[in-house]
């Protein structure tokens, strides 16, 4: 099992920067990859970015330029910076790790974190 434990959401204009984190903690070792979702009211759960142990990224089109993902293996955590705000952006974030184990592909899921973009 892991846990995900996100932090750094919050009220930010429009045009501001807001950086989140995520700490997993439990079986470490068995993760691959990570990354950071969203979901808006009305709206389904959707892929912002993720990135692998081995550092590759992939991102949304919407926030390609403007968000960043990193990773730090030996502190278990993901980050998400945030730059270029949008109203848009506004949403629930939701960290996610997966690792695969005998064929089968896990996925862990944080708490979720607010982030609120004003115009």
């Known amino acids: 099992q892991v846990q995900l434990v996100e932090s750094g959401g919050g009220l930010v204009q429009a045009g501001g920067s807001l950086r989140l984190s995520c700490a997993a903690s439990g079986s470490i070792f068995s993760i691959s990859n990570m990354g950071w979702y969203r979901q808006a009211p009305g709206n389904q759960r959707e892929l912002v970015a993720t990135?692998?142990?081995?550092?590759?990224?992939n991102y949304a089109d919407s926030v390609k330029g403007r968000f960043t993902i990193s990773r730090d293996n030996a502190k278990n955590t993901v980050y998400l910076q945030m730059n270029s705000l949008k109203p848009e952006d506004t949403a629930v974030y939701y960290c996610n790790a997966g690792a695969w184990n005998s064929g089968h592909y896990y996925q862990w899921w944080g708490q979720g974190t607010q982030v609120t973009v004003s115009s």
């Open positions: 990135i692998t142990r081995g550092g590759s990224t």
